[in-house]
């Protein structure tokens, strides 16, 4: 068995698979099968207990408590493109602080278990995306997500292409003042649409009197791009595949990162590094301006810049990708402020991988807001276990002025 991280895929080796989601308190599990554009079809793509079958794709409750969504992958129709698994708490109001949903991808024929992940550092989340099913040149695959909503299943839904309406008001309780406008809707998460569960799809657009209830806006879809198109300019929490032309990058790449003062603040020394993580998230070595080299050459910091003055990249570090060992599956590249200084002090912080031989700029991550804090995860890359590399903008603010403050709150992160 597998355990994964966010972001990491492993193809599957069974036609027929089940999701097993499972936590300490009730979920409820859905799937949704989207096409090329993301999303859903009809109604009859969302699976969930109010409607538990669809094409090639059923819900059922999971044989040790939870609920399982089994992908026959052979009967997925060819306009699809992925099966997204996600859970919702079924208590109204409740997060998942505290809690941590399990997703496990058995073999739905014989029940061996391919792999299992987690969603780490969960805490206002009401939904979120567990895993996905997806086909990539023919062959299908799983992918940890992890992606979370602060809206419930509604921002899920509204995200797929699912409008929901509100319930009707029972006849027996007419005199039932309404609910007021923001308020979520009265039924329990998965309950869907009009009295008969169904969702309704996003076109033609709904009624203004059926539109969902105001709720803050989900977060950056984790969408996938690669490099085909050139330049990619990432979002927080954004990924992008290092394929070009159907083929993996396994060069040699660098990471700059750079940074102003804040207007009329002093010059201010940030050190940027890297830490190098093994699958079990566990610090394999980390590379900063104390240690310029690490892995036998396979990384290397290009030194300390004492202001942040000039143009261009500020500290740059070199990652030979192909040289990097096996056992090393993930890197995340911070900047933390030794002096003290808080980010707050910090204008234009960026962080941007390029091709070493060339010098083309392939990636770029520019921090669009800044926190009173010492330390800042800016982008991590992670091995898929078909070998290719992806990488994720995090922008994730922490309380720490050194690299080793830093390996936890990465580690976790992966």
């Known amino acids: 068995m597998t355990a994964m991280t966010p972001g990491s895929n492993l193809p599957l080796s ?16 859905s799937g949704l099968l989207l096409a090329a554009d993301g999303k859903v079809r009809s109604d009859d793509d969302f699976v969930f207990y109010n409607q538990p079958a669809g094409p090639g794709v059923t819900h059922s409750a999971a044989a040790g408590g939870g609920d399982t969504i089994t992908v026959d ?5 060819e306009g699809i493109d992925k099966i997204v698994v996600t859970a919702s708490l079924d208590t109204p109001g409740a997060t998942f602080a505290g809690t941590e949903p399990t997703g496990t991808v058995r073999n739905a024929d014989d029940g061996s278990v391919l792999a299992s992940f987690t969603p780490p550092q969960l805490g206002t989340e009401t939904a979120l995306v567990v895993v996905e099913i997806y086909r990539r040149a023919g062959a299908w695959k799983v992918r940890a997500v992890g992606q979370g909503y602060a809206n419930g299943l509604a921002g899920i839904a509204t995200d797929f292409g699912v409008s929901v309406e509100e319930p009707a008001a029972p006849a027996a309780t007419p005199q039932a003042p309404p609910a007021p406008p923001a308020a979520p809707p009265a ?6 649409g009009p009295p008969t569960g169904a969702p309704v799809p996003a076109a033609p657009p709904a009624p203004a009197a059926a539109a969902p209830p105001a709720a803050p806006a989900a977060p950056p879809a ?52 890297v830490i190098a993580y093994g699958p079990d998230r566990k610090k394999v070595d980390n590379c900063f ?58 204008a234009k912080a960026y962080c941007r991988l390029l091709d070493a031989q060339s010098g083309e700029e392939l990636v770029r991550f520019d921090l669009t807001h800044s926190e009173p804090r010492t330390g800042v995860m800016m982008a991590k890359l992670i091995r898929q276990f078909s070998g290719e590399w992806e990488m994720t903008a995090m922008g994730e603010y922490v309380d720490s002025r050194t690299v080793r403050g830093m390996v936890k709150p990465a580690g976790q992160a992966l």
């Open 222 to 273: 984790p969408g996938k791009i690669n490099l085909d198109k050139g330049r990619v300019s990432l979002q927080k929490n954004q990924t992008v595949s290092l394929v070009k032309g159907g083929r993996p990058l396994l060069s040699s790449v660098r990471m700059g990162l750079g940074w102003e003062p804040a207007f009329r603040s002093k010059s201010i020394d940030l050190d940027a590094s």
């Open 73 to 77: 992958t052979a009967a997925v129709p």
């Open 289 to 346: 301006f104390g240690k310029l080299t690490i892995l036998n050459g396979a990384i290397q910091h290009s030194g300390d810049n004492l202001t942040g003055e000039g143009a261009g990249d500020d500290e740059a570090i070199t990652v030979h990708l192909g040289g990097l060992p096996p056992q090393v599956t993930g890197l995340v590249f911070v900047v933390n402020s030794f002096s003290g200084q808080k980010f707050s002090d910090v």
């Open 14 to 29: 069974a036609v027929r698979v089940a999701v097993d989601v499972t936590a300490p308190v009730r979920l409820d599990v």
């Open 187 to 192: 039924a329990p998460a998965g309950q869907w």
